[in-house]
């Protein structure tokens, strides 16, 4: 006989916060939903374009309800900015979002050594989204 190390009722409660999450954020697809019954943790990977703004702007939509809110990111050896940030939603669930862009598109407006990860707010992300889509609308 074995045992389950998470019951199944946190399987489902997860499942309906994630479910709800994902049908009542006016935000692009998630390309990914993963839930982590024993931390109680749901992780969302947006459906967007490797493009900035629209990376930025998912990020932000799909974080706006949850309270809490702690970013990380991080400039890969590949060169990525990948960039998490993770927050409380409904019944105490963590909900971390996940994404990321070329770090060159950003390099002249952010610092960030290759392999190097900070904190970052999602007021930072917001005043970058607005930098680089300012830089789209002035280039010819």
């Known amino acids: ?3 389950a190390i998470t019951p199944l009722g946190n399987v489902a409660k997860l499942a309906l916060v994630a479910r709800r999450h994902v049908t009542t954020t006016p935000a692009p697809e998630p390309c990914t939903v993963t839930l982590y019954p024993h931390d109680q943790t749901i992780s969302l990977q947006p459906r967007v374009r490797y493009e900035p703004v629209a990376v930025l702007g998912a990020l932000l939509i799909w974080t ?6 702690i970013g990380r990111w991080w400039h890969t050896p590949g060169g990525v900015l990948h960039i998490t940030l993770t927050g409380r939603g409904p ?11 070329p770090y ?26 607005l930098t680089l889509r300012t830089r789209e609308r002035d280039t010819p």
């Open 104 to 129: 060159e598109q950003a390099s002249t407006h952010l610092r960030l050594e290759q392999g190097r990860r900070e904190s970052v707010t999602p007021d930072e992300l917001y005043r970058l989204a």
């Open 64 to 69: 706006h309800r949850l309270t809490g809110i």
């Open 91 to 101: 019944y105490g669930t963590r909900i971390k979002v996940y994404s990321g862009f």
């Open 1 to 3: 006989m074995t045992t």
